[in-house]
């Protein structure tokens, strides 16, 4: 991959704002540097909104609404797939994009264009299945009308984590279902949503219908916004903590909210498991994008008679990892995305070792630019240990042990979230009782990835509220009006 094609590609993504259709600078003039994690180098500048732009952006999405919502279901549909043959057919280029401003490798993030586009494919064919019920009373006289209409503006707001793939599955089910939108990405990654926003101009999406508002502010930008009474919905998936303080703004207007927030998976590993299937589920759970991922195996719980063996072929996989630069053929596992979050998964593996847990493989930070980690497993880690309670974001595997079901059930459900577990068992009444008993969202039986733009994505407890994706994720910007209809045989 050459510099000069790099150059190429960065130089054609938009750096300014959008609002109401048109390219704009901050009303400050303010930018905002991204850099490229794995050199700490500025690759390009953005228009770093205010907190008048949020506005100006509310405004656009507020003026566009009435007209969107009234363009047939059909026609955003043909949008949405129109989107998707672009995103597929650009698909190099939104990778390389990815890969620049976030880290992963590229092979990475041409799975995650992959996964980002079929939001779009997905409710194209969603938006004219939106429907209702007339129904006779149960006294058999009047009779009942339910419609769906679109809930109205939206901000939606994105985490750095997967730039495309957040951004696709709040865009697609709100233009799906009639909502205006206003976009607000990560400000570490904001170049994949604004390349993604001049797809969707290209594919027909009106003036106004999505606005995308990249901010070093995000609270003053957006606080303004949920205070107004015009937005009528917000989409968040980030952190638990911003999310709890987010839903406490949104209650002063009640509101719709949607919250995609932490996880704590715990992969569970049990003794009649097809460990090297187990194995490789692992390597998925944990390394993919570098475990920056909510669904990120956080806790390995594995039954203590194979705990060595599971142990012992996890560290020689994950030894084969190699740190690089995303572009780089060989690289497996690319930088994490700056200097604080890579403090934070050192710091939380320095925390388990004086905890009483032992490094099997990496832990040490190397020598040299950009915020690398290397794959790092921890054997030995005792049951109350922080590292087994907060998201690690890193790819750091800490493994423990338990005796027997009941203590796996136990020691998964200890934790105040609840977004996904995985389980190795080839006894299926087990992963039966397990799917009844784990207090979680998604649930993968023999399986390291669960995601599917088919499936409903969300957690229970503190992982947040709603589902994204599935049938259930355009429900998230649609209302129910009922319409009672006097006995028409009267
Ligand atoms: P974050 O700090 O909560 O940020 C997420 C988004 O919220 C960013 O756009 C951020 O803007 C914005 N934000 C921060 N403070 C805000 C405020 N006061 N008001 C309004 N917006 C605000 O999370 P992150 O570190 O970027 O992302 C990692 C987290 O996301 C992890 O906890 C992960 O589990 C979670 N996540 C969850 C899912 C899911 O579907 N459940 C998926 C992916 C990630 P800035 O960029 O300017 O900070």
Redesign the pocket.
Same mark, same amino acid.
């Given at each position: 991959m050459s510099a000069a094609h790099e150059s190429d590609v960065l130089a054609a993504v938009p750096t300014g704002l959008l609002i109401g259709g048109q390219w704009r600078a901050a009303s400050t003039g303010a930018t905002i540097d991204v850099h490229d994690p794995s050199t700490g180098e500025v690759i390009a500048q953005v228009a770093d909104a205010s907190p008048e732009d949020g506005l100006a952006a509310l405004d656009a999405a507020a003026a566009a609404q009435a007209s969107w919502a009234a363009t047939a279901p059909r026609e955003r549909g043909e949008i949405l797939r129109r989107a998707f043959e672009i995103v597929t057919a650009r698909a190099e280029e939104f990778a390389l994009v990815m890969t620049l401003e976030m880290g992963k490798p590229l092979a990475e993030s041409r799975a995650e264009v992959a996964y980002g586009a079929e939001f779009l494919r997905w409710f194209s064919e969603e938006a004219p299945r939106i429907s209702g019920r007339y129904a006779t009373a149960p006294d058999g006289r009047n009779r009942l009308l339910v419609t769906k209409r679109p809930v109205g503006p939206s901000l939606l707001? #994105?985490?750095?984590? /997967?730039p495309l793939a957040?951004a696709t599955r709040k865009i697609a089910p709100a233009l799906a279902a009639g909502c205006t939108s206003v976009l607000?990405? @990560? @400000?570490?990654t904001p170049l994949s949503a604004l390349l993604f926003a001049e797809v969707l101009r290209e594919a027909g999406v009106p003036d106004g219908v999505v606005n995308v508002i990249p901010? *070093?502010r995000?609270?003053a930008v957006?606080?303004p916004l949920i205070a107004d009474p015009r937005l009528r919905k917000l989409s +968040? #998936?980030? *952190? #638990?903590?911003?999310?709890r $303080? !987010?839903i406490a703004d949104a209650a002063h207007q009640v509101l719709r909210v949607s919250m995609? !927030?932490?996880?704590n998976a715990p992969f569970l590993v049990f003794d009649d498991a097809d460990l090297d299937a187990a194995v490789e589920g692992a390597l998925l759970a944990k390394l993919r994008n570098g475990g920056e @991922?909510?669904?990120a195996a956080n806790r390995f719980l594995v039954h203590e008679s194979v705990a060595a063996e599971f142990s012992a072929r996890l560290i020689e996989r994950m030894a084969r990892y190699v740190n690089g630069r995303g572009t780089e053929p060989d690289t497996t596992l690319g930088p994490l995305v700056d200097g604080a979050t890579r403090d934070k998964v050192a710091e939380l593996v320095a925390g388990a070792v004086a905890d009483g847990a032992r490094v099997a493989l990496g832990g040490r930070i190397p020598s040299g630019r950009g915020y690398f980690y290397p794959a790092t497993v921890l054997v030995d880690v005792p049951h109350d240990a922080r590292i087994l309670r907060e998201?690690i +974001?890193g790819p750091v595997a800490p493994i423990t042990t338990f005796r027997d079901e009941d203590e796996a059930v136990r020691l998964a459900n200890d934790s105040e979230y609840g977004?996904v577990c995985f389980a190795y068992t080839r006894d299926l009444n087990r992963a039966l009782r397990l799917s009844e008993r784990l207090e979680t969202g998604m649930f993968g039986i023999n399986t390291g990835l669960v995601s599917n733009p088919a499936a409903p /994505?969300?957690?229970v407890k503190q $992982?947040?509220l709603g589902r994204?994706g599935g049938l259930e994720g355009i429900d998230e910007y649609l209302e129910t009006t009922y319409i009672g209809i006097a006995d028409p045989s009267a």
């Open positions: 707001i #994105t985490p750095w984590n /997967f957040m607000k990405p @990560a @400000a570490l901010t *070093s995000a609270g957006t606080g +968040f #998936t980030g *952190s #638990t903590e911003v999310g $303080s !987010l995609e !927030l932490g996880g @991922a909510c669904v998201e +974001f977004l /994505f969300g957690g $992982s947040g994204e």
